[in-house]
C-alpha cells in the first residue's frame, strides 16, 4: 500500500518535492521549534516565518508533518524527524535504520517520503552512533557521500562526549569529509553541554572549522550556534525535546508525580521547573514577564499539570526565545553578532545575586537561582574572529 500523498491532498509547498533544491539556503539563519509529533500541530504565531520554522519529531512526525500543511495549511519551513536514532543504534554495517517492510526500501526512500510529505529538506534517518565508536561514525560519512540528492541534511545523533578534548579533533575531520550539511543532536541524560566545561568551547570550535552544520533538538545553546556559525538550529517545545538519551536507556527525572512545565526565565537566560518557581517566589513577588503570553504576569503561575498550563508556559518559552533569534539576525554574522550574544549572556549572569538578593536568599545562595554552566561559558569565552 502506498504512503504517497494523493494528489489532491499534496501539501501547498509543492517545490520542496524537487530533490535538486538544495536544503542550506531553505534552513540558514533559522532556528526552529521542535514539536512533539504525539500532539495534532497547530501554527504558533510567535514563530516569525523569516527566522523560523518547525521540526515535527516522534514516531509519528510525517504522518502530523502532513497534516500540518495539508489540514492546518502550514506554509512555512518544515523538516520531518521521526527520531530514529531514540531507538535504533547505528552500526558500521548498517548506520541509517530503513523501513523493514518495503522490498526495496532505501536512505532515498525515507528521503523522497519526507519530501512527499512536505518536508523543505531531507533529514538522514542516522542511528544513534555510541562513544568513540570510529568505524560507525566513519560508516555514516561513507554511507551519507553516496547519497545523490541537493535536499539532503545528514543527522549525526552522537554520544556528547564525541566533544570531549580527547575526541573533538577526529570528530572534526570526519564531518569535514561529509560533503552534504550536517545536523548534530546530543545525547546525554540532562543538559549535554553539563558534561564536561570543556564541551561549549568544542562545540564552538567544531562549527568554525567545518562548514555548513547544524545543532538540532537542543536548548539555547541552538543560539549560542546560530551566533557561532551553525547555519541552522532548533529548540524542544519541551524539556524532552531540547535532548536525547541513548536508546535503552529511561529518561531521569528528579522525582517522581505530576510533571509540570519547564519555563524559560527572560532575565536569567535559563530553564527552570514550575515547582522550583513556586517555592523561590512563595513569599514574594515573582519575576514577571511582558511577552505576548505572559502581559505582565508572574512566572511562578504554571504550577499545574493541564494541558492548558503548559500550552501557555511553551507560548511563553517560544515567544522568548524568538525575540532574541530575531534580534540576533538584526546583527551581522562574525564578530558582531558574537559580542551581542556574550554581551547578553554576560548580563544574565550579572542579573542572578540580584535576583537572590530581591527574594532575600542572598547574593549567591546554594538554595536560590544557580546560573547554568553552559551559559557561564558563553558569557566568558572569548570572542574569535
Given at each position: 500500500m502506498s504512503n504517497?500523498?494523493?494528489?489532491?491532498?499534496?501539501?501547498?509547498?509543492?517545490?520542496?518535492?524537487?530533490h535538486t533544491v538544495a536544503?542550506?539556503?531553505?534552513?540558514?539563519?533559522?532556528?526552529?521549534?521542535?514539536?512533539?509529533?504525539?500532539?495534532l500541530p497547530r501554527?504558533?504565531?510567535?514563530?516569525?516565518?523569516?527566522?523560523?520554522?518547525?521540526v515535527m519529531t516522534g514516531a509519528k512526525a510525517d504522518e502530523r508533518a502532513?497534516?500540518?500543511?495539508?489540514?492546518?495549511?502550514?506554509?512555512?519551513?518544515?523538516?520531518?524527524?521521526?527520531?530514529?536514532?531514540?531507538?535504533?543504534?547505528?552500526?558500521?554495517?548498517?548506520?541509517?535504520?530503513?523501513?523493514?517492510?518495503?522490498?526495496?526500501?532505501?536512505?532515498?526512500?525515507?528521503?523522497?517520503f519526507q519530501k512527499a510529505r512536505g518536508a523543505s529538506a531531507a533529514l538522514t534517518p542516522t542511528g544513534y552512533i555510541p562513544p568513540a565508536d570510529s568505524k560507525t561514525l566513519k560508516a555514516v560519512i561513507r554511507e551519507a557521500n553516496k547519497i545523490?540528492?541537493?535536499?539532503?541534511?545528514?543527522?549525526?545523533?552522537?554520544d556528547v562526549t564525541w566533544l570531549n578534548r580527547e575526541n573533538i579533533g577526529q570528530l572534526i575531520a570526519v564531518c569535514m569529509k561529509v560533503r552534504h550539511p550536517k545536523a548534530l543532536v546530543?545525547?546525554?541524560?540532562?543538559?549535554?553541554?553539563?558534561?564536561?566545561?570543556?564541551?561549549?568551547?568544542?562545540?564552538?570550535?567544531?562549527?568554525?572549522?567545518?562548514?555548513?552544520?547544524?545543532?538540532?533538538?537542543?536548548?539555547?545553546?541552538?543560539?549560542?550556534?546560530?551566533?557561532?556559525?551553525?547555519?541552522?538550529?532548533?529548540?524542544?517545545v519541551q524539556s524532552?525535546?531540547?535532548?536525547?538519551?541513548?536508546?535503552?536507556?529511561?529518561?531521569?527525572?528528579?522525582?517522581?508525580?505530576p510533571t509540570y512545565p519547564n519555563v524559560l526565565m527572560p532575565e536569567l537566560m535559563c530553564f527552570k521547573g514550575a515547582e522550583s518557581l513556586a517555592r523561590l517566589y512563595g513569599n514574594v513577588d515573582p519575576a514577571i514577564c511582558s511577552c505576548e503570553e505572559c502581559d505582565g504576569r508572574g512566572l511562578d503561575r504554571f504550577l499545574l499539570p493541564d494541558g492548558e498550563t503548559r500550552r501557555e508556559a511553551d507560548n511563553h518559552t517560544v515567544l522568548t526565545w524568538s525575540d532574541w533569534a530575531t534580534e540576533m539576525a538584526g546583527h551581522q554574522p562574525g564578530t558582531p553578532r558574537k559580542s551581542w550574544w556574550r554581551d547578553k549572556c554576560a548580563a544574565a549572569i550579572d542579573r542572578y545575586a540580584l535576583e537572590n538578593q530581591r527574594i532575600g536568599l542572598g547574593a549567591s545562595p546554594k538554595s536560590g537561582f544557580q546560573a547554568p554552566s553552559p551559559l557561564k561559558a558563553w558569557a566568558t569565552l572569548p570572542v574569535t574572529p
Open positions: 504517497t500523498p494523493s494528489p489532491r491532498r499534496r501539501p501547498p509547498a509543492l517545490k520542496t518535492l524537487d536544503a542550506v539556503p531553505l534552513l540558514q539563519g533559522r532556528v526552529l521549534l521542535h514539536e512533539n509529533a504525539v500532539n501554527p504558533r504565531h510567535a514563530l516569525d516565518d523569516d527566522f523560523s520554522g518547525v502532513f497534516h500540518l500543511r495539508s489540514t492546518v495549511g502550514y506554509e512555512g519551513t518544515l523538516l520531518i524527524d521521526s527520531a530514529p536514532y531514540t531507538t535504533y543504534v547505528a552500526t558500521a554495517a548498517e548506520p541509517f535504520m530503513v523501513p523493514t517492510d518495503e522490498l526495496f526500501a532505501s536512505v532515498d526512500t525515507s528521503l523522497a545523490e540528492r541537493a535536499d539532503t541534511v545528514v543527522t549525526l545523533p552522537i546530543l545525547f546525554r541524560q540532562f543538559d549535554p553541554l553539563e558534561q564536561t566545561k570543556d564541551i561549549p568551547a568544542n562545540l564552538r570550535r567544531l562549527l568554525a572549522e567545518v562548514e555548513h552544520v547544524a545543532l538540532l533538538r537542543t536548548d539555547l545553546a541552538a543560539l549560542d550556534a546560530i551566533a557561532h556559525g551553525a547555519f541552522c538550529a532548533g529548540i524542544g524532552s525535546l531540547r535532548h536525547a538519551i541513548p536508546p535503552g536507556e529511561k529518561a531521569q527525572v528528579n522525582k517522581a508525580g
